[in-house]
């Protein structure tokens, strides 16, 4: 109450300095250029007054901006040249005087530019695309082009798009010669092995997608959609570009949403509760998954995965339609539909790099029900080193969750993650178990609160974390219960989608040497708090009504109980696994404009296992030691360097002969990869095989059951005695 107390008094000051107060009759005559400058001086100056960097709106502010929304509007840098920003450049100092008087002049213009070209790079399309192309020309086209220079003048920017339709017309003519390929591969398995109807329709489908239209027709179709997208845009849609383009330099958590927005992310999560699960997002072009939700369709199945991009989508009996260069809110709402419907998904693999052969996926469409995100746990029955049998409890958790209405109520049985946590170790130590995995991959986080009370449940009272606000005063959040529900042994199983509260739990735990963190490099660094300030509420104070949309902006930081903050480098694990994300840009580090990683003083705090850093080297050298001895690791290795040989490609050919060598190349090494791990899984007793294929759950209670065996200092009888455990030596759940 106190902060939005402190928001009221900021808006109020911006308008008795610059805005002379309105009466309630008066608002009714305002012109849409008046009700867009008072939303613009608003929303401008709550961002800078209330921000965690506390930075005035100025000139370095301004230059920030005008650079920010040059890149929200082309990314890729494939429709503005430097010609074009120098003739902008009078607005580059000045942006930060126009915002405060409510002027939109350079968003409106630079949008108005902005359209020109998109009708400019179609026309070109068009003439182009009538001439043809020679893919048997040696030439490249560089396909990252965020980090790219602009280029100097259109006579060089035509150049560019000549090679991006060459290569967006080569795309199309590769993708329908893979699929007859694989239509052949299908057709010959079958002949061996039976008919695979299945398959063959999946296979029908996609052809029929792409014989639809021809490639030239399907790229300039593409175009034309995009330009009356962006050309019906109103004015409050440019705003919103302009508006978060600021909020953006500021923090990448940071933006502004219009009274549209609000109005359908209000709808979205209603009607997000009935889809397929999945996080999207637009990557050149593409919709790319970012993460599956926990207990949707597209978890349960299996095959969708992060870093995957959608090309097409059909309904169940409709014909695929191609959504490259669709906006997002698009092609989300051609994914949604009726619950128990089917949709079908057609999808380049992220694993499988730039010469991915387009896969069709079909989902039948659920509710994505609330239970399935919560607290699950099971026990899975091992061995470790020596031979000996071990119960390993897992508790797998998706998001910290607390229904805020009840507990608000008074309902003393109010549903929350650490209550539901503290139940499931109850039922452990009834089975008696060695040992709990804690598993918090994908966990992006949630109330802070049951970030807190989780984090009791394995430590006895003390201090969790630590918040600074943007006046930079620290508060300290403590554990208040003394009561230690679980006293064993722990492993914290984490990845860098490991995010916000989630690693606030997993620091706590590292810093209170209470178990040992094993995963990916780092969990993802977001380590803000963020506020939502609904415009509308504070138009009130100053005699003013209308749709004027939220901000949202970050407003603090967090920092661990030994002082480093959560921000920017998240935690680091004890035991770090190899996996696919080391070559992907997720986590905070790789947002623009992130607020960096620093330090405050330590809180003082116990330890609960003094000798866990001496314990580690040997948890760490057997780890080492099993892996090497497991043929899975060897397999995962190699198609490690080979999705790092793709993400690290930034050329690729622009002649079909070498293009398609490439992709047959990669194919073979794929195939032999899946083949051998096929061949594993086939020797692996059935009710193991699910079990099995998750690697990293794996060798996370087995590096449990390590610890586990030194705190009770069991030694082998003898070296010849040592059994090293791998996947052939199953884990399995006990039902």
Known sequence: MKRFCNIIVSALIIFTVSTPFFSKADTTKLTEDQKLAVITKLASRLIAKNHYRQ??????????????YFKLLDPSKIYFTLEDIKKFEKYRYYLDDLARMGNNDFAFEAYKLYLERLEDYRKFAEKELKKGFDFTKKETFNIDRAKLPRCADMQELKKIWRKKLKNDLLYFKLMKRAMLEETKDQSAQNDKKGKDVEKEKKLAALKKLWDKRTPEEKILKRLRDINNEMSQKDKIDILRFYLTALAL???????????????????????????????????????????????????????????????????????????????????????????????????LQGSKGRNAVPVNITLVRDKVALKSSEATGKVYETKDRFGNKMKIGVITLPRFYMDFKAAFNGDPNFKSSSRDVANILKKFQKDKVDGVVMDLRYNGGGSLREAINLTGLFIGKGPIVQVRQSDRSVSVKYDPDSLIHYKGSLVVLMNKLTSSAAEIFTGAIKDYQRGIIVGDSRTYGKGTVLDVIDLNRLLRYI??????????????????????????????????????????EIGELY?????????????????????????????????????????EYKVLLKNLKMFNKYKKRKEISLNEKDRWSEYLHEKKMRDANEKFLNQISDATAEEDKDKDKDFYLNESIHILTDYIDIRRNKKPASKAKVAVITKKEPVTVKQ
Request: proline fraction near 7%.
């Open 55 to 68: 930075h005035p709106l100025d000139n370095k502010i301004s230059s920030k901006l005008f650079d920010e």
């Open 249 to 347: 330099t500021y923090g990448p958590h940071s933006g502004y949403l219009s009274p549209k927005d609000q109005e359908d992310f209000d709808i979205n999560m209603k009607l997000s509760l009935v889809g397929i699960g999945a996080v999207l997002t637009s990557d050149d072009g593409y919709t790319k998954v970012v993460k599956i939700i926990p207990g949707g369709p597209a978890a349960k199945d299996g095959k969708l995965k992060p870093e995957d991009r959608i090309i097409a989508v059909s309904q169940e009996t409709g014909e695929p339609k191609d959504i490259i260069d669709m906006s997002i809110s698009k092609v989300v709402n051609l994914i949604r539909g009726k619950k128990g419907t089917k949709v079908n998904l057609t999808v």
């Open 543 to 584: 005699n003013q009504d209308f749709p004027a949309g939220t901000v949202k902006f970050e407003s603090a930081v967090f920092y661990r109980v030994n002082g480093a903050s959560t921000q920017q480098l998240g935690i680091v694990p004890d035991i770090k696994l190899p996996s696919f994300t080391e070559y992907m």
């Open 591 to 631: 947002n623009d404009n992130h607020l960096p990683w620093d330090a405050i003083n330590e809180v003082p705090h116990d330890f609960f296992d003094k000798k866990i850093n001496s314990e580690l080297k040997t948890v760490k050298e057997w780890s080492k030691e099993r892996l090497d001895k497991s043929p």
